[in-house]
Nanobody, 124 residues
């Protein structure tokens, strides 16, 4: 079972990037999925989250600029980032608050499951 993040890179201020995080493996269900970020010297913080029912939550700093979406069939969560600012520069991580998967003949659940990070750099 893996969460694979992609889509990071270099963007200019005011530009856009789209991050993707795909879950792979013998997954039965995923509850909330979200994006966190960690800038150098700072703590990891929640950027946006999306429950399996479609409810969303955003950090105040990204409201109106970022949009999280989810394709349950593809087990993928996206983060559309527009109007990027230099202070958005960070490593972005995707997270599943609970992930249930097939383990042999039974189901197992992992909580607070993390993918690898993808670096977003906003600079002119």
């Amino acid at each position: 079972v893996q969460l694979q993040a992609s889509g990071g890179g270099l963007a200019q201020p005011g530009g856009s990037l789209r991050l993707s995080c795909a879950a792979s493996g013998s997954i039965f269900s995923i509850n909330a999925m979200g994006w966190y970020r960690q800038a150098p010297g700072k703590q990891r913080e929640l950027v946006a989250s999306n429950t399996s029912g479609g409810s969303t939550k955003y950090a105040d700093s990204v409201k109106g600029r970022f949009a999280i979406s989810r394709d349950n069939a593809k087990k993928t969560v996206y983060l559309q980032m527009d109007s990027l600012k230099p202070e958005d520069t960070a490593v972005y991580y995707c997270n599943a608050d609970s992930l249930t998967y097939y383990s042999g003949s039974h189901l197992s659940t992992e909580y607070d499951y993390w993918g690898q990070g993808t670096l977003v750099t906003v600079s002119s």
